[in-house]
């Protein structure tokens, strides 16, 4: 059996309009993108020496400390993105290119001096007790989330075909602020070890470890995650998929979760309720999370369900398989059911989502990688 011509045609047009496959290359000297970037991570980095310098040699137990448990905490972050990033499949490069935008420029760059002036500001307006309980929720917000920002609308300048969608705008969003996050938590342990003036440097650290790391489920990577995805919509770069209304919403919910998280106590007053008051905002952004992340992988599903249907006719999938692989959760779940095994249900999953990939990379042709792939998959489905 052979694929219909729609269905080709089709495939053919998911793959352009959706950029798969597409390369990724950092070094562009004939980009202006490429040279923000520089100058943003360049200048970060001499902000970041010039913060760590004077007292790295001091403080060297709280820094390798604030090193190397956070990069231990990073390791189920990226097992985490690495399973949402099943459709895009977005190459390694362009997601640490966004990571390092994150944790250097918009960090040290942009929002460590844009924070402290726009406090000043609010102590200036309010007063001290006015900036004390507020200012912090009305500052990073803004100079954070946007500083953020423009990591993407620079990836999107140095890859214009790899990042298209809100689903993209959603997985490098996170990869941003992931980056914005660890940077930011080293930082807070080399300032706690200053304000204990060195005195008993790594248990500072676990401490810091601890309380940042557990805040840090929904802090920037969620929030970032939240308003890059807004922001693609509001951009509009894949057909049908431009909505202002929509983008800006979500945009200003990234924003009011980063201010109702940055200023809890003054939201809860000090009240009874001050004790549940995390654990509420944290629901609530949760939900709102994988909201944003479903309607956010609406082309991506179809996307993969175009790609893959030629396949139909050679085997490789049958219908339940494409449903799954093209669907939601609830449609893998029952995927799984249906093949009374979990294990085998995620081989084939993984397999048609790594035969979706090489079609892309092709360019819908026959290579070497996508008969490789097939004929893994093949074995897969006939496997008993």
């Known amino acids: 059996m052979t694929a219909v011509p729609q269905e080709k045609a089709a495939q053919l047009d998911a793959i352009e309009e959706s950029g798969w496959g597409q390369p990724y290359r950092f070094l562009q000297p004939h980009n202006v993108a490429f040279w923000v970037y520089v100058l943003g991570v360049g ?55 966004g990571f390092v935008w994150g944790g250097v420029a918009a960090t040290f760059w942009i929002a460590l001096p844009a924070n402290a002036a726009l406090l000043a500001i609010w102590a200036k307006i309010g007063g001290t007790s006015f900036a004390q309980d507020w200012g912090a929720g009305l500052t990073a917000p803004i100079n954070e989330e946007f500083a953020k920002a423009i990591g993407l609308i620079l990836l999107i300048g140095l890859a214009p075909r790899l990042v298209r969608s809100a689903y993209d705008g959603f997985i490098i969003g996170a990869f941003i602020g992931l980056g914005f996050q660890v940077f930011e938590d080293i930082l807070y342990v080399y300032n706690g070890a200053t304000q204990q003036y060195g005195v008993d440097q790594l248990g500072s650290s676990l401490r810091v470890f601890i309380v940042r790391g557990a805040a840090g489920i929904v802090s920037h990577a969620l929030f970032s995650a939240i308003f890059c995805a807004g922001l693609m919509w509001v951009l509009g770069r894949t057909r049908g998929e431009r909505n202002v209304v929509r ?138």
């Open 43 to 97: 200048a970060g980095a001499i902000t970041m020496l010039r913060v760590f310098g004077p007292g790295a040699q001091f403080y060297t137990p709280a820094l390798a400390g604030g090193v190397v448990l956070f990069g231990l905490y990073l390791i189920p972050w990226l097992l985490l993105l690495r399973h949402h990033n099943r459709f895009t499949a977005q190459p390694a490069g362009l997601l640490a290119t």
């Open 247 to 384: 983008g800006v919403l979500t945009m200003l919910m990234a924003m009011f979760f980063h201010f109702a998280w940055d200023d809890m106590g003054g939201v809860s007053n000090g009240g009874a309720w001050a004790g549940i008051l995390p654990f509420l905002i944290a629901a609530v952004e949760l939900t709102a999370l994988f909201y944003v992340l479903r309607h956010a992988a609406r082309h991506e599903r179809t996307w993969i369900r175009e790609l893959l249907t030629p396949e139909l006719a050679t085997g490789a999938v049958d219908p339940p398989l494409l449903d799954a692989v093209s669907g939601l959760r609830k449609d893998r779940k029952k995927y799984r059911r249906h093949l009374h095994s979990r294990r085998k249900a995620n081989h084939r999953l993984e397999a048609a989502s790594d035969l979706a990939q090489e079609i892309a990379r092709a360019n819908g042709a026959e290579s070497p990688g996508v008969v490789h792939t097939r004929a893994e998959l093949l074995r897969l489905q006939n496997k008993p």
